[in-house]
């Protein structure tokens, strides 16, 4: 692994890392906001950021000179996969800014045709950056690390078919995970207090992605609401 990768990663250690998304219909997911979101989670202690869209990475470049891990969420008929779902998207995603690409390495087919393997050798060879594995079980991040993933995460753990029935955060995948692979892993994904977040750290996490429980405005309000309402 190269040393700016090494390095870049390495700022990562047992940090908190806050992903600053809302859904496309929000008043919050103006590019403005998300950066400004950015900007505050830096500020109040975060290591990096989590943005997703060009115009949102870039945004949040103007701003900030923490890391920021992009990704685009496209999706395509027919396919599951919708995280940087192609080498293009990856592409735009590092020219708005973007420290390192996250993609999707679930074991399902691509809309491109284009292998995990092939995808994560051009964001490498092409781009410069590294990158980090969205993964849902074992058996796939065992092959997003062998595919030469910088980092890979619980991201999508109880979000595909084969694991929909599980419930995040996938901390048995989690330790598995720390078990069995020679690369970073990061937690992603139903951390809703600092408890949780502390105890995937135990666990063995290089460090915690956490989004909804401080950035999802638009899904806390309508939780509260409906039990206001019940």
């Known amino acids: 692994m190269p040393r700016d990768f090494l390095n870049l990663i390495a700022s990562l250690r047992h940090g908190l890392i806050v992903s600053c998304q809302a859904p496309s219909e929000s008043p919050l997911h103006e590019p403005m906001v998300i950066a400004a979101m950015a900007q505050a989670a830096v500020l109040g202690g975060a290591v990096a950021v989590r943005i997703d869209t060009p115009a949102h990475v870039n945004a949040v470049r103007q701003r900030l000179a923490a890391p920021a891990i992009g990704l685009w969420k496209r999706e395509h008929p027919g396919y599951d996969v919708y995280i940087t779902p192609q080498f293009e998207d990856a592409a735009a995603i590092a020219a708005a800014g973007a420290d390192i690409i996250a993609i999707d390495c679930t074991t399902r087919e691509r809309p491109s045709g284009e292998t ?59 330790a598995q995970m720390v078990e069995q692979l020679d690369i970073p892993v990061i937690c992603e994904g139903g951390i809703a207090s600092p408890q949780m977040a502390k105890e995937a750290l135990k666990l063995g996490a290089y460090a915690v992605v956490v989004g909804t429980a401080i950035t999802g405005i638009d899904y806390q309000v309508r939780a509260y609401h409906a039990v206001l309402k019940s």
């Open 116 to 174: 995990v393997e092939t995808l994560i050798g051009r964001i490498h060879d092409e781009l410069g950056k590294p990158v980090m594995a969205d993964v849902d079980t074992i058996d796939a991040a065992t092959r997003a690390a062998a595919a030469g993933a910088d980092i890979v995460a619980t991201t999508l753990y109880g979000y595909t078919a084969q694991t929909q029935h599980l419930t995040p955060p996938g901390f048995a995948l989690l």
